[in-house]
């Protein structure tokens, strides 16, 4: 079974996050329909969840703690993600906030595999701050969704 | 199968050990009652501990809203715990902002009573209560909005200010929830509450609303919510909406107008079609009543073949840019979606609004 610290996953995952950031910005910039922009363009701003939750830990006990090895493989930054999703030439809002709810399941997915490991209560609050920050977030796009407004 | 077993004894075994841990919590640790002082005594409650601070105040009809049954997914229940509230829970940091743990703000749905303690609400918090009322009449304006107004029982009249809202209680499968609508009836209209409901695919509260007639009893609480209307006549309003964010705009609208029939107050409401568009006779003819109400609205899709509009085209950040000069002294409130909020509130600084000036209701 491979070996990874905390601070492993936590580049995983910041990794990951400016890849979907990069990736809304890159519909942002390509996409022929306003509503599509303003939304892509939003989404891109708002990916930067990790600063704030790393934010919270103790910095006398961070570097001790991000330290911590863990064994498991993290799967959700192996790019497979974005495979899945094959958005249209000119995708509308919808299609995008459909493959946005698919790329924050690959975010929850990692936080759960740690969540499961034997880890110590600091970083068991950071990570189940994370999934829940990423399970608010699939619950905006879904009501952005609803409302059709884009 | 082995494994298949082997898993199934593992999980009962942990089963097992949960319900003995919640069972030994109930019969061995006994909290007491604890005191909860609100706001510096005004309204001190003994309560039994072990609890939440949500379902205590709950019990003793103090309704701080929630939309998820106290399950700590909707982050609404935010209050300012002073002292004995424990420590911050990973449930709760995703809901609040640095400043806001600073400054002891949690989500009363995670805070469980072991001891005294000492919390602060906003005074208007005092002062929900929970209505019991009946569907007066239903009507849709739009393929997927419905106009429904409540009648009041007990209490049998609201005092609301313009942009508030309430919690409509409705039935789900895991129990009552309460879902958030800004009340659309004008504040002089004391008897009666006014919501604008579209119906949201598989949503528990906009089906229930949807599903409602005549004579249907319903609960809520409120009012809720933090929008003042600066009582100023000089100062201009204006109101933004997006998709269906328009409830708030003709309180607003109509409860102004009643009192200052002569402020200058403009409407911009976007949407994507010309079958989204409601309300819009009745505030033309508004506008035509009172020469300083001035309507925009905005169409982001391009217009059918068979669609009749002579309105404006484009999102409705950029009739709010197109239509309004800068410089002069305004208050903004704004209802939509967050990329439209974002949008609409950029625009709005450029015209010299400053932030304490702009309101918003994101859904």
Not at chain 1, 49 to 55: F, M
Not at chain 2, 178 to 200: D, G, H, Q
Request: hydrophobic share 40%; net charge negative.
């Amino acid at each position: 079974m491979a070996s990874i610290t905390i601070q492993g996953v936590l580049k995983h995952a910041e990794d990951f996050e400016r890849m979907l950031s990069d990736y809304y910005a890159g519909i942002a910039s390509h996409t022929a329909r306003e509503g599509v922009r303003l939304l892509t363009d939003y989404m891109a701003r708002h990916r930067i969840r990790l600063h704030e939750a790393l934010s919270r830990l103790d910095p006398a006990e961070a570097a001790h703690l991000i330290a911590t090895p863990l064994r498991f493989q993290p799967k959700a930054a192996d790019c497979t993600c974005f495979e899945k999703i094959q958005l249209p030439e000119g995708a509308g809002a919808a299609e995008v906030l459909d493959a946005a709810v698919t790329l924050d399941d690959c975010l929850i997915l990692l936080y759960r595999q740690v969540l499961v490991q034997d880890i110590s209560p600091e970083i068991r609050d950071l990570f189940e701050s994370l999934l829940r920050s990423e399970q608010r977030d699939q619950m905006e796009l879904k009501k952005i969704k609803a409302m059709d407004y884009f | 199968m082995i494994y298949l077993i082997a898993i199934g004894v593992f999980a009962g075994l942990l089963l097992a050990l949960a319900a003995l841990i919640a069972v030994a919590e109930r019969v061995l640790v006994n909290y007491g009652i604890c005191n909860v002082d609100i706001n510096a005594g005004e309204r001190p409650l003994d309560v039994d501990g072990g609890q939440t601070l949500l379902s205590a105040l709950y019990t003793n009809k103090l309704f701080i809203p929630s939309a998820c049954g106290g399950k700590g997914s909707c982050g609404f229940c935010k209050v300012t715990v002073l002292e004995g509230g424990g420590p911050v829970l990973p449930t709760e940091t995703p809901y609040l902002s640095r400043k806001e743990v600073r400054s002891g703000l949690r989500l009363a749905c995670q805070v469980k009573i072991r001891q005294n303690i000492r919390i602060r609400v906003p005074d208007d918090m005092l002062n929900v209560k929970m209505f019991t009322a009946s569907v007066a009449g239903t009507r849709e304006v739009t393929h997927d909005i419905k106009e429904i107004r409540f009648a009041l029982h007990d209490p049998p009249e609201i005092s609301h200010r313009p942009g508030q809202y309430v919690q409509v209680q409705a039935p789900s499968p895991d129990g009552p929830v309460f879902r958030a609508y800004s009340i659309s009836s004008p504040t002089y209209e004391k008897n009666e509450v006014e919501l604008n409901v579209r119906l949201v695919p598989n949503g528990i509260g906009s089906t229930y609303l949807h599903n409602l007639k005549e004579g249907d009893p319903v609960t809520f609480t409120g009012p809720y919510g933090e929008f003042v209307l600066n009582e100023d006549p000089a100062v201009e309003i204006i109101c933004v909406g997006g998709g269906c964010g328009m409830a708030p705009m003709k309180n607003i609208i109509y409860s102004l107008y009643s009192r200052w029939p002569d402020r200058q107050c403009w409407l911009f409401f976007g949407c994507r079609s010309a079958r989204d568009v409601f309300y819009l006779q009745e505030f033309q003819a508004l506008a035509r009543k009172h020469p300083s109400f001035h309507v925009f609205y905005a169409l982001s899709d391009p217009v059918g073949p068979q669609e009749q509009w002579d309105g404006e085209a484009g999102f409705i950040h950029l009739s709010v840019d197109k239509h309004l000069e800068a410089g002069v002294r305004r208050q903004a409130f704004l209802c939509g979606p967050p990329p439209m909020i974002e949008a609409v509130t950029r625009v709005l600084a450029e015209k010299g609004l400053r932030p304490q000036d702009i309101f918003y209701d994101k859904f």
